[in-house]
């Protein structure tokens, strides 16, 4: 069974620009969630979909943004990129987050400079 | 605001020794623990305790929750240099869909 798949792996970006990362979860998995990862903050949560819904979000700015596909495909968006959005971006799937284990892809790595 | 301490943040060790680390929380509504290993790549899945004093084995790994005192400790025994990694605990709650993780325990282990 196919792990979860992140796309691009690696991406550098200019202060300004965008980004959009993209998810597929595991097959028969429903719900998706998007974390960010640096040195300084470690693994902080950015938001969660579960049947193209928006069920939770952390606290990030509104330039982060996410959706869900019926496919339970997740892309997450990054506007107006900053040096400081430079991290290692997962995304996890599992069923139902309630309860089940969440795995993890293998991240993208995004540098802004 | 969800707390999870882990501890120490970091040790080295020698290969066949044995390790404990430690992850303590404060979260309302709690629901499960779960376990993490990161090399330079992804996370990966190690333990899930939701109940008290079942203990998780997998290998030379192993798990315990104590949601009394509100802390789970994760052993490893004859530890081998591939066991190197962080090892990252992280929590969820029963009303919403994140984990909240703590910073992680470095685990070096020298040949």
């Known amino acids: 069974k196919a792990g979860v798949t992140q796309t691009p792996r690696y991406l550098i970006k200019t202060r300004g620009q965008q980004v959009t990362l993209s998810c597929s979860p595991i097959?028969?998995?429903?719900?998706v969630s998007w974390y960010q990862q640096t040195p300084g903050q470690g693994l902080q949560f950015l938001f969660e979909?579960?049947?193209?819904?928006?069920?939770n979000k952390g606290n990030f700015p509104g330039r982060f943004s996410g959706r869900q596909f019926s496919n339970s495909r997740s892309e997450m968006n990054v506007s107006t990129l900053e040096l400081g959005d430079s991290a290692l971006y997962l995304c996890?799937?599992?069923?139902?987050?309630?309860?089940?284990?969440?795995?993890f892809g293998e991240g993208s790595w995004l540098t802004v400079v | 605001e969800d707390k999870v301490v882990q501890s120490p943040l970091s040790l080295v060790v020698h290969e066949g020794d044995t390790v404990t680390l430690n992850c303590s929380y404060e979260?309302?509504?709690?629901?499960?623990l779960l376990w993490y290993k990161q090399e330079k790549k992804a996370p990966t899945f190690l333990f899930m305790l939701?109940?008290?004093?079942i203990e998780k084995k997998s290998g030379r790994l192993s798990s315990i929750l104590d949601k009394k005192e509100l802390f789970s400790i994760l052993n490893i025994t004859a530890t081998q240099t591939g066991d190197s990694a962080v090892y990252l605990c992280?929590?969820?709650?029963?009303?919403?869909?994140?984990?909240?993780f703590g910073a992680g325990t470095t685990v070096t282990v020298r040949a």
């Open positions: 979260v309302t509504n709690f629901r499960s």
């Open positions: 992280a929590v969820t709650r029963s009303n919403d869909y994140k984990l909240s």
């Open positions: 097959s028969g998995h429903r719900s």
């Open positions: 979909y579960f049947s193209e819904t928006q069920r």
């Open positions: 996890a799937s599992s069923h139902d987050s309630h309860g089940n284990t969440i795995y």
């Open positions: 939701t109940s008290s004093g």
